[in-house]
C-alpha cells in the first residue's frame, strides 16, 4: 500500500475476519450526489423542519477480495546470503506489487479494475481539437478536461497520465 500512487489514496474498508468481500446497497440518482452508499440523505437543520425524503433507486455495489500472489527465482549462490537476498526480494515484491496494482486497478480488464476507476464520473473524457494530429497532446486538451473537474472536487483531485506524455505538457 506504502509504494503505490493509488492504493494509499484508496478509502479502506475494514471487513470481518473470515469474509472474502462486502456488498453495500448504493444509489447514483439522488439529485446532485455521486455515489451515496445506502441511499443517505442529509439536510440542513433550518431546511428540515419537516424532511421529505426521495426514495432513491437502490442497487447493490459487490465488493471482493482477491488474492495477490508472487513468485521469485534464484540461485544457490545468493541464497548464501539470506539477509541480504531477502531484503532485496522484499522491496522488488513491494515495488513490483504497488505497480501492478495501479496497472490493473486503473487499465486492467473487469473484475481487477477498480470500481471507481470504471464509471464515467471518474473519467475526463474530452474530444481532440479539429487540428490536432492523431496520438497527441495539445494544451486545449487539459484545460478542457480541467473544466470538466468540479470545482468542490479541485482541492483533492489527482491527475495521473501516463509518463510517454510528459514531453508534450510543455
Known amino acids: 500500500m506504502e509504494e503505490s500512487v493509488l492504493a494509499n489514496r484508496c478509502t479502506l ?6 469474509s472474502d468481500g462486502i456488498e453495500l446497497p448504493t444509489s447514483t440518482d439522488l439529485p446532485g450526489h455521486r455515489l451515496a452508499l445506502g441511499g ?10 419537516t424532511v421529505t425524503g426521495v426514495q432513491p433507486k437502490l442497487g447493490m455495489l459487490e465488493i471482493r477480495l482477491e488474492d495477490l500472489m508472487g513468485i521469485c527465482y534464484t540461485t544457490d549462490r545468493a541464497m548464501r546470503d ?15 506489487s504497488a505497480s ?36 497527441t497532446l495539445v494544451s486545449e486538451n ?18 495521473y497520465i501516463n509518463q510517454e506524455l510528459e514531453t508534450q505538457l510543455p
Open 13 to 18: 474498508i475494514d471487513i470481518g475476519e473470515g
Open 40 to 49: 443517505v440523505q442529509v439536510y440542513r437543520r433550518a431546511e428540515a423542519d
Open 82 to 96: 539470506a539477509v541480504s537476498l531477502g531484503q532485496i526480494i522484499q522491496t522488488a515484491f513491494a515495488s513490483s
Open 100 to 135: 501492478g496494482w495501479t496497472t490493473r486497478s486503473c487499465a486492467g480488464p473487469a473484475p481487477a479494475r477498480l470500481w471507481a476507476c470504471s464509471t464515467p464520473r471518474a473519467l475526463a473524457v474530452v474530444a481532440k481539437e479539429t487540428s490536432q494530429l492523431a496520438a
Open 142 to 159: 487539459v484545460i478542457n478536461m480541467r473544466a470538466r473537474l468540479r470545482a468542490r472536487n479541485r482541492p483533492r483531485s489527482v491527475w
